[in-house]
């Protein structure tokens, strides 16, 4: 079986596709670089680009096309539909992401996320350290997330953290590390340090080894790839307890806020106006709850059996483990030819 992999460069599929290849490698799977000789191509990116891939590629019409995407609300758009009839089946990372395909496809199936045991380089740790100005007796709470978009809700973190520690708490901070575009008041809020540069992935690790408590606010996630990484790392994690991050989270691992599910609010629907509609319903987390877990994480400290159950979905979403989910699909799609 010879295999062709399209990688979307946005930097959650890119991450993802990049765990992927590793597991079809470790199969034996051959792939190869030119499309043209591959029995099978997965094009890992939203089904609105499909008609691009296809137009660059005439070569896809004679391939078996394996779409790789996500979506985050119950409803896909109609641009999501329109290019889902162009490839032959969907692969999707969750069971919220993979219900919400198979309304509309019936060709859809589940291959989760890898979640691979990181370890922090020494060196970029020494490097975090000095930009928070760390202190072993500190505590640091820290997300990671696209400051404009309304699905992360990243206010809401901010909101609850001002509202939960006073500000001459020096003992206490919320590190956000911001991207796409920074909200430049952020940094002039008591106890919150905001890292607004571009940094790689080996910095994004020493961050997770360096702080204590990983929050999201999240609408909806497909998975949730900073939430499982941080779990990776044994942290505790803070997340509202809807969508894709609930295929590996649960109340012996990390801690689910509550929360009220609705149709999107219409400021919401600005960001992608194309994309989300006031039928399409989103989670609202609930701020007194994530204010209260937020305390207790902090009282906490630490809790080894919860941060071990933590790291073990490293063992459940392990490279091994997705290559064998992957490689039963793959067989049955050689077998039936």
């Known amino acids: 079986m010879k295999l062709f992999y399209l990688l979307s460069n946005y930097v959650s599929h890119y991450k993802a596709g990049r765990e992927y290849l590793q597991c079809l490698v470790a199969l034996g799977v051959d792939v190869v670089d030119d499309l043209e000789s591959a029995d099978i191509v997965i094009i890992h990116d939203e089904p609105p680009t499909y008609k691009l891939y296809y137009n660059k590629f005439p070569a896809l019409k004679e391939k078996y096309t394996i779409g790789y995407a996500v979506w985050e609300t119950d409803i896909l758009p109609e641009s999501y539909i329109e290019g889902l009839g162009l490839v032959n089946e969907i692969w999707t990372c969750s069971d919220y992401s993979y219900n919400t395909f198979k309304k509309h496809f019936g060709h859809t199936y589940k291959i989760p996320h890898v979640v691979p045991k990181y370890d922090a380089n020494p060196d970029k740790v020494v490097e975090i350290k000095k930009i928070l100005n760390c202190d072993a007796d500190k505590f640091y709470f820290y997300t990671i997330a696209d400051s404009i978009n309304p699905r992360k809700n990243l206010l809401a973190t901010i909101y609850c953290f001002l509202r939960n520690f006073p500000a001459l708490d020096d003992r206490v901070f919320l590190v956000v590390k911001q991207y796409r575009k920074a909200l430049p ?33 999240h609408c909806a996630e497909a998975w949730g790839l900073s939430i499982s990484d941080a779990m990776s790392f044994g942290k505790l994690v803070i997340a509202t307890g809807y969508s894709g991050n609930m295929e590996y989270m649960n109340n012996k691992n990390s801690f689910p806020v509550k929360y009220r599910l609705d149709n999107i ?63 039963k699909r793959l067989g049955k799609i050689a077998s039936t030819g």
Request: aromatic share 10%.
């Open 185 to 217: 008041y952020l940094s002039f809020m008591p106890n919150v340090i905001t890292i607004n540069e571009l940094i790689d992935d080996e910095y994004i690790k020493a961050l997770h080894a360096v702080c204590d408590c990983y929050i999201s606010s």
């Open 265 to 327: 609010r219409e400021e919401d629907l600005t960001f992608q106006p194309r994309l989300l509609h006031c039928k399409m319903q989103w989670a609202y987390i609930d701020v007194d709850d994530l204010g209260k877990k937020m305390k207790a994480c902090y009282q906490l400290k630490n809790n080894e059996a919860l941060q071990a159950n933590a790291q073990k979905i490293t063992e459940h979403y392990s490279h091994i483990k997705v290559a064998n989910i992957m490689m």
